[in-house]
Nanobody, 122 residues
Framework: QVQLVESGGGLVQAGGSLRLSCAASGGTFRNYNMGWFRQAPGKEREIVAAIGWSTYYADSVKDRFTISRDNAKNTAYLQMNSLKPEDTAVYYC??????????????????WGQGTQVTVSS
């Protein structure tokens, strides 16, 4: 069983930065692909970024967000710069324990954190 705990969300002004962390326990973290998703009110949960042996970014966050991981600390990160009001959402980290090619679909991630709120004011 894998447990994921996000932290680092909060309220920030447009143009500001936040760094989200996702601490994992259980299993073998280095073998997992990790993804960050977000869900705004009334909208579907969408992928933001993913990391395995490579990285993936949604077009809406390219050049502003950076996903990374520290396998020694069993932690994944999402550095968010140049934040915009449309980035406001609950952010979730997720683990794909099968590894391999990066997944972009919510249903292909087996484990999820509880989510952390990010609010960007204009």
């Amino acid at each position: 069983q894998v447990q994921l705990v996000e932290s680092g969300g909060g309220l920030v002004q447009a143009g500001g930065s936040l760094r989200l962390s996702c601490a994992a326990s259980g299993g073998t973290f280095r073998n997992y692909n990790m993804g960050w998703f977000r869900q705004a009110p009334g909208k579907e949960r969408e992928i933001v970024a993913a990391i395995g042996w490579s990285t993936y970014y949604a077009d809406s966050v390219k050049d502003r967000f950076t996903i990374s991981r520290d396998n020694a600390k069993n932690t994944a990160y999402l550095q968010m710069n140049s934040l915009k009001p449309e980035d406001t959402a609950v952010y979730y980290c997720a683990a794909d324990v099968h590894g391999g090619a990066l997944k972009r679909i919510r249903s292909e991630y087996e484990y999820w954190g509880q989510g952390t709120q990010v609010t960007v004011s204009s």
